[in-house]
């Protein structure tokens, strides 16, 4: 078994100095030794895909220089904020179909934020704070009963997508001084009520 280990490892790296060593590395998950446990990088788009790979953990070893990341599909519980604000150039990340209870703290120039299909009964006020090139968050099937002032002052935001939630209420502080929004998708919500003014100086589209 451990020549077999050793066998594949070799072959990985061998396959990553073929294809530039500088763009594929390996992604060891701190909770599962398996050789196979690796990310997909792709050079062109400076993309890491670590979708589907059974993690419970932040996998170690992302290169820092990444822009794009895609965790989806796993079973991570929580984010390692530390770990995650280091990959400074990163500006779109997919945490979808996991079992997240609570956000991270993002890198300030991400401006794709993917959470759909997790465990999030609330977006905390300052979770996406200071977020100024985010353009588009994906919110939908979780447990939302609430979106109070968490998409706040986001000048570039144009997409909130929270379909499929709890949501009873949207209230007049919910989009405050992001008036550049223009699509929310809020089907299959339990809406019982809009704040007047909630979407005062905005050319929306409800969907």
Same mark, same amino acid.
């Given at each position: 078994?451990?020549?077999?280990?050793?066998?594949?490892?070799?072959?990985?790296?061998?396959?990553?100095?073929?294809?530039?060593?500088?763009?594929?590395?390996?992604?060891?998950?701190?909770?599962?030794?398996?050789?196979?446990?690796?990310?997909?990088?792709?050079?062109?788009?400076?993309?890491?895909?670590?979708?589907?790979?059974?993690?419970?953990?932040?996998?170690?070893?992302?290169?820092?220089?990444?822009?794009?990341?895609?965790?989806?599909? *796993? /079973?991570? #519980?929580? !984010?390692?904020?530390? =770990?995650? $604000?280091? &990959?400074?150039? %990163?500006?779109? +990340?997919?945490?979808? @179909?996991?079992?997240?209870?609570?956000?991270?703290?993002?890198?300030?120039?991400?401006?794709?934020?993917?959470?759909?299909? *997790? /465990?999030? #009964?609330? !977006?905390?006020?300052? =979770?996406? $704070?200071? &977020?100024?090139? %985010?353009?588009? +968050?994906?919110?939908? @099937?979780?447990?939302?009963?609430?979106?109070?002032?968490?998409?706040?002052?986001?000048?570039?935001?144009?997409?909130?997508?929270?379909?499929?939630?709890? !949501?009873?209420?949207?209230?007049?502080?919910?989009?405050?001084?992001?008036?550049?929004?223009?699509?929310?998708?809020?089907?299959?919500?339990?809406?019982?009520?809009?704040?007047?003014?909630?979407?005062?100086?905005?050319?929306?589209?409800?969907?």
């Amino acid at each position: 078994m451990l020549k077999m280990m050793s066998h594949n490892l070799l072959t990985l790296f061998l396959f990553c100095l073929l294809v530039d060593s500088s763009k594929c590395v390996e992604v060891a998950c701190s909770n599962d030794t398996n050789v196979n446990a690796v990310c997909e990088c792709t050079e062109r788009t400076q993309t890491v895909n670590s979708t589907n790979r059974g993690l419970n953990e932040w996998p170690v070893g992302i290169p820092v220089n990444k822009q794009v990341l895609y965790l989806r599909d *796993n /079973n991570l #519980k929580k !984010i390692d904020t530390n =770990a995650l $604000l280091e &990959l400074q150039e %990163l500006n779109s +990340i997919n945490l979808s @179909n996991n079992s997240l209870t609570s956000l991270p703290t993002f890198p300030k120039i991400i401006s794709s934020v993917n959470i759909s299909y *997790n /465990n999030l #009964k609330e !977006i905390d006020d300052d =979770a996406l $704070l200071d &977020l100024h090139y %985010l353009i588009s +968050i994906y919110a939908m @099937n979780n447990m939302l009963t609430e979106i109070s002032t968490c998409f706040n002052d986001l000048p570039h935001l144009h997409t909130v997508i929270i379909d499929h939630n709890s !949501i009873s209420i949207l209230k007049n502080t919910t989009f405050k001084g992001s008036s550049r929004v223009d699509h929310v998708y809020m089907s299959s919500n339990h809406i019982l009520g809009i704040e007047p003014f909630t979407f005062v100086n905005m050319q929306l589209r409800l969907l």
